[in-house]
């Protein structure tokens, strides 16, 4: 049973810094194309990064250059790292996993995932 279980949120000032992580399990953590993808009040989900099975690591323009997404298939985590983070980052941020997402293209479509965690709230405040 595949189950994903994500931590690290919280509150924080605008030009900060967190980190996330989402603890997998009932899968072959490295078969897995996975993603970050986040959703804010009103709004629809966004994919905000992804990391594919073969190591391709796509960002939204949004947060290209200030998030780094990683993963550690010894330990079957994966890891969001935020940097300058603004008010407008502020939303329930999931962890996303799926078998195999075809094209590559479409890692960061909400949609094509299968699996989900519960989610992390992330506030930033300005």
């Known amino acids: 049973q595949v189950q994903l279980v994500e931590s690290g949120g919280g509150s924080v000032q605008a030009g900060g810094s967190l980190t996330l992580s989402c603890a997998a399990s009932g899968f072959t953590h490295r078969a897995y194309d996975m993603a970050w993808v986040r959703q804010a009040p009103g709004k629809e989900r966004e994919g905000v990064a992804s990391?594919?099975?073969?190591?391709?690591?796509v960002y939204a323009d949004s947060v290209e250059g200030r998030f780094a997404i990683s993963r550690d298939h010894a330990k079957n985590t994966l890891a969001l790292h935020m940097n300058s983070l603004k008010p407008e980052d502020t939303a329930m941020y999931y962890c996303?996993?799926?078998?195999?997402?075809?094209?590559?293209?479409?890692?960061?479509?909400?949609?094509?995932?299968?699996?989900w965690g519960q989610g992390t709230q992330v506030t930033v405040s300005s």
């Open positions: 996303a996993a799926d078998l195999w997402i075809y094209p590559e293209s479409r890692l960061l479509v909400p949609g094509d995932y299968h699996y």
């Open positions: 990391i594919a099975s073969t190591g391709t690591i």
